[in-house]
């Protein structure tokens, strides 16, 4: 279970570095990018392990987790803070949900393509509000040590 979960915790590490890479940000800024990006994939993990029926709870803690994690580290290294971000919120992406909407609608299960599109909708929703959630409290907040 444990090295699942550091397994997992890994490769949402390297896969927010690859897109960060696509997305051009500074080679310097690349480890906080994958930081932000395993810490949130593993705040999702721990909670949608023991409960599976509360991944919208979970996505909306892990967004606000990458966004907490973003804030601070924009401060301290003097970057917008969506440098951050915008790569930590891929592991969150619901790729599968808009993979199986698809599916359906194209197979002609209107019901299953809707129920799914509906989810789908449901967690990109709530990465939003996780976001503008943290991203609406004051700048001060998230300022450590000798910069304040």
């Not at 930081?35 to 705040?43: D, L, P």
């Not at 924009?74 to 698809?102: D, E, F, K, Q, W």
Request: charged share 10%; hydrophobic share 55%; proline share 5%.
């Amino acid at each position: 279970m444990i090295w699942h979960l550091l397994l997992q915790t890994f490769l949402a590490f390297v896969g927010t570095i690859g897109f960060s890479i696509i997305f051009n940000v500074n080679r310097k800024e690349l480890f906080f990018c994958g930081f932000a990006g395993a810490a949130g994939w593993t705040t999702y993990q721990l909670i949608i392990v023991p409960y599976p029926a509360a991944a919208v709870a979970a996505t909306f803690l892990a967004a606000s987790v990458v966004t907490i994690i973003s804030r601070f580290v924009s401060n301290r290294r003097h970057m917008p803070a969506t440098v951050y971000m915008i790569p930590g919120i891929i592991p969150l992406v619901p790729g599968i949900g808009i993979y199986y909407t698809m599916f359906f609608a194209v197979m002609g299960d209107n019901s299953e393509a809707l129920l799914w599109g509906l989810h789908t909708l449901r967690i990109s929703g709530v990465i939003a509000v996780g976001l503008l959630t943290v991203l609406t409290l004051p700048r001060k907040w998230f300022i450590l040590g000798r910069d304040r």
